[in-house]
């Protein structure tokens, strides 16, 4: 890959740091990807994809605090002369947003062939792959595995008070399962849960760590994604986790989307890139990474430890009925969070 420079990008309200800035030529074997996947995971397989390809990707990565939600501002800001050709978001609301406001140009990959419709759009704009679960991760040592609360109705029971930890709802995975909530509960219910959360659980900075803190022993209990609990129980720390609210209403699974940005500076190479991300073996070592992907496909090959979660129960919810709820979540927890 080219050389990277850090750079510090404040966008509207939201200070985050974008490292590495690329430097962007007209070299049209240069795709330019934004991406909020975590950076040693994309960084592997941008290198793959480079390998294969010829391609010369020149990566912008989110921060962990951030996670999507910083880049979407800033596309949104660049929409008028795009400086980014891909966008590789680590969820899905976001990007379906950006298509609402014309951001994105529509192609149908031949690698998404293969993909189930529900994890593509009908009309080409993006496409999921490998996706992560919504996880309650809760530490060995403090609780037994059968007293983990499986709903979220036994979650709120007294004896979790101030025992649970979730991170900044604002940003990330977090922000687009309140969504999710949102759009299957509707907005009184879902207020009031919200208002019983911020009551019992404790707001921490990022999914990171809630992960750390549960291994750490700090808290038994948080809401986490399943990459973040794997990485965690990879090294060997004391942490587990249950799918969240399988006895409930269902877990959310959040696939990665990939877009492509419309007016992009490098369409060819950004199509290139596409297909290459789409490939079946980018899905195969998302999989066996640390962080534990489950590929949307079912032949994809996947390690022992992720054979379970695929028969987890999910969540009754659209997609695109989550992306539209998105914004209205985060007015509904911004006074919440606030206060």
Same mark, same amino acid.
């Given at each position: 890959m080219?050389?990277?420079?850090?750079?510090?990008?404040?966008?509207v309200?939201?200070?985050?740091c974008? @490292?590495?800035r690329?430097?962007?030529?007209?070299?049209?074997?240069?795709?330019v990807?934004?991406?909020?996947?975590?950076?040693?995971?994309?960084?592997?397989?941008?290198?793959?994809i480079?390998?294969q390809?010829?391609?010369d990707?020149?990566?912008?990565?989110?921060?962990?605090?951030?996670?999507?939600?910083?880049?979407?501002?800033?596309?949104?800001?660049?929409?008028?002369?795009?400086?980014?050709?891909?966008?590789?978001?680590?969820?899905?609301?976001?990007t379906?947003?950006?298509?609402?406001?014309?951001l994105?140009d529509?192609?149908?990959?031949?690698? @998404?062939?293969q993909?189930?419709?529900?994890?593509?759009?009908?009309?080409?704009?993006?496409?999921g792959?490998?996706?992560?679960a919504?996880?309650?991760?809760?530490?060995?040592?403090?609780?037994?595995a059968?007293?983990?609360?499986?709903s979220?109705?036994?979650?709120?029971?007294?004896?979790?008070?101030?025992?649970?930890i979730?991170?900044?709802?604002?940003?990330? %995975?977090?922000? %687009?399962h309140?969504?999710?909530?949102?759009a299957?509960m509707?907005?009184?219910?879902?207020?009031?849960l919200?208002?019983?959360?911020?009551?019992?659980?404790?707001?921490?900075?990022?999914?990171?760590?809630?992960?750390?803190?549960?291994?750490?022993?700090?808290?038994?209990l948080?809401?986490?994604d399943?990459?973040?609990?794997?990485?965690?129980?990879?090294?060997?720390?004391?942490?587990?986790?249950v799918?969240?609210?399988?006895?409930?209403?269902?877990t959310?699974l959040?696939?990665n989307?990939?877009?492509?940005l419309?007016?992009?500076?490098?369409?060819?190479?950004?199509?290139?890139?596409?297909?290459?991300?789409?490939?079946?073996?980018?899905?195969?070592?998302?999989a066996?990474?640390?962080?534990?992907?489950?590929?949307v496909?079912?032949?994809v090959?996947?390690?022992?430890?992720?054979?379970?979660?695929?028969?987890i129960?999910?969540l009754?919810?659209?997609?695109d009925?989550?992306?539209?709820?998105?914004?209205?979540?985060?007015?509904v927890?911004?006074?919440?969070?606030?206060e």
């Amino acid at each position: 890959m080219t050389q990277r420079r850090s750079v510090c990008w404040v966008v509207v309200t939201v200070a985050m740091c974008l @490292s590495p800035r690329p430097t962007w030529g007209q070299d049209p074997r240069q795709v330019v990807v934004y991406t909020s996947v975590d950076e040693v995971l994309s960084t592997e397989i941008f290198s793959w994809i480079e390998q294969q390809t010829g391609l010369d990707v020149l990566p912008v990565f989110d921060s962990e605090a951030t996670k999507t939600t910083g880049l979407y501002l800033r596309l949104i800001q660049e929409a008028s002369r795009p400086r980014a050709d891909v966008f590789w978001n680590g969820e899905f609301s976001r990007t379906l947003l950006l298509k609402e406001k014309g951001l994105l140009d529509s192609y149908r990959p031949r690698m @998404s062939k293969q993909i189930p419709e529900r994890f593509k759009d009908p009309e080409g704009f993006w496409t999921g792959l490998s996706a992560r679960a919504r996880v309650l991760a809760f530490n060995p040592s403090l609780v037994e595995a059968a007293k983990v609360p499986r709903s979220v109705t036994a979650l709120l029971g007294e004896e979790w008070k101030g025992r649970v930890i979730w991170a900044n709802p604002m940003f990330g %995975t977090t922000g %687009t399962h309140c969504a999710a909530l949102l759009a299957r509960m509707g907005e009184p219910p879902f207020t009031s849960l919200m208002a019983r959360w911020k009551e019992r659980f404790r707001i921490v900075r990022s999914n990171g760590e809630v992960a750390r803190l549960v291994a750490e022993g700090a808290f038994p209990l948080g809401l986490t994604d399943t990459d973040d609990v794997f990485r965690m129980k990879l090294e060997g720390r004391p942490i587990d986790a249950v799918p969240f609210d399988s006895e409930g209403e269902g877990t959310l699974l959040i696939p990665n989307t990939v877009a492509i940005l419309a007016k992009c500076p490098h369409p060819e190479a950004a199509r290139e890139f596409v297909e290459a991300l789409l490939d079946p073996e980018v899905e195969r070592r998302m999989a066996f990474s640390p962080s534990r992907q489950l590929p949307v496909r079912e032949d994809v090959e996947v390690p022992e430890d992720l054979l379970a979660w695929r028969s987890i129960r999910v969540l009754p919810v659209f997609l695109d009925a989550v992306a539209r709820e998105a914004d209205r979540a985060m007015e509904v927890l911004k006074p919440m969070i606030q206060e």
